[in-house]
């Protein structure tokens, strides 16, 4: 049985999961489970109640807080498509936009070349699934409003995630793909900020939050 395995690519948040996700992949294959729902992404799917669809089939969480969607590419074989799941749910993008704004990654590029990093990864993710002949929802980033320990610019990210999410939504008109849209009923429409009473630090969904990801995604599956 051969299984991925990539390795580790020198960024904590994703090597910290690495040797658990590899021993799951391999029993996962060992012992030809069918994988119904796979969540990929960051700490949001991470943290995300994948037991709500437990009664579905088997589900997955393939999600790692802190990583980037060019770590998730990376790694995207041997956590998703390998283990051929019938439906991916794909959420990510934010830790990417987080770093540029902080300038501890993209160093360089410009506001294009950020909505282009992250569009690229999630695209290309999304069509490796539909090449598969499986289906993929793509879920928009949702708007966040840190507070100012953070350094992080919460007007100009307002306006590249809204960017963000036109380019995934335009992708999924056209693809195949679907678009979960968990961004227009988190954002406040005057600021493009997150709705505070989402989430408790700016950025992650509260118990509330994740009570409406979930209803919205139950309209997709």
Same mark, same amino acid.
């Given at each position: 049985?051969?299984?991925v395995k990539p390795g580790y690519f020198g960024y904590d948040y994703t090597d910290a999961k690495r040797d658990q996700f590899d021993q799951r992949n391999e029993y996962l294959l060992a012992n030809n489970t069918q994988v119904d729902i796979?969540? !990929?992404g960051d700490s949001i799917t991470e943290a995300f109640l994948i037991t709500a669809y437990e009664y579905l089939g088997t589900v997955v969480n393939s999600g790692i807080g802190g990583d980037r969607t060019v770590y998730m590419r990376k790694r995207f074989e041997a956590d998703a498509l390998q283990l051929n799941p019938n439906k991916v749910i794909l959420l990510g993008g934010i830790n990417d936009v987080q770093?540029?704004?902080r300038g501890e990654e993209y160093v360089g !590029?410009? /506001?294009d070349g950020i909505v282009a990093e992250v569009t /690229?990864?999630?695209i290309e993710m999304a069509d490796m699934v539909l090449g598969a002949g499986n289906q993929v929802l793509v879920a928009s980033v949702l708007p966040i409003k840190r507070?100012?320990?953070k350094l992080i610019d919460n007007e100009l990210a307002a306006v590249i995630i809204r960017r963000i999410n036109s380019v995934?939504?335009?992708y999924t008109e056209v693809s195949g793909a679907d678009f979960v849209?968990? !961004?227009?009923a988190f954002v406040d429409r005057p600021s493009g900020m997150l709705i505070e009473s989402y989430a408790s630090d700016g950025l992650h969904p509260n118990e509330t939050g994740y009570k409406i990801m979930i209803d919205i995604l139950n309209k997709h599956i």
């Open positions: 049985m051969n299984v796979l969540f !990929y770093a540029w704004l !590029y410009d /506001a /690229a990864n999630i507070p100012p320990e995934l939504r335009d849209d968990y !961004y227009s």
